[in-house]
């Protein structure tokens, strides 16, 4: 799953930065957006990681019980990984495609200073929250 992501937002950013389908001023913007990104350390990108993936197994878990109002929750969910700045892989691994598809980014140092601190805070937060949930279940047992 993890691979397929990558595999799409790569071709993703092929289509922004080859495609022509978008105007120059949008290009521009996506580009602008994504030297931000890059501009962080790998332990910045690490540690606003961890909220991310926090949101992201909350949201995963919240799913089920949401009935009519998946999409709702889905929008809340990623306003507050955008709001807080934080970095989620999945879009992270677009922005940063962008940048080395573009010819400002190394593909290795793409990876290794920015795609993997990224999914090692996101796996941080999100088995953060599970262990957490695991262990208020059986806590009462121990």
Sequence with gaps: ???????????????VVYGHILTEDIVSAI?????????LSPSESLLRGIPAGFFIAALVWML???????LMLIMMFTWLIAAGEFTHVIAGSNEIFTLVLNGELHFVMALSLHIEPMLLGNIIGG????AMLAYGQVRQEM
């Design 1 to 15: 799953m993890l691979t397929a992501n990558f595999v799409g937002t790569f071709f993703t950013a092929a289509m």
């Design 31 to 39: 580009l602008q957006i994504s030297r931000h990104v890059a501009e």
């Design 64 to 70: 089920p019980s949401a009935k009519g109002s998946s």
């Design 127 to 130: 088995t953060g929250l599970f």
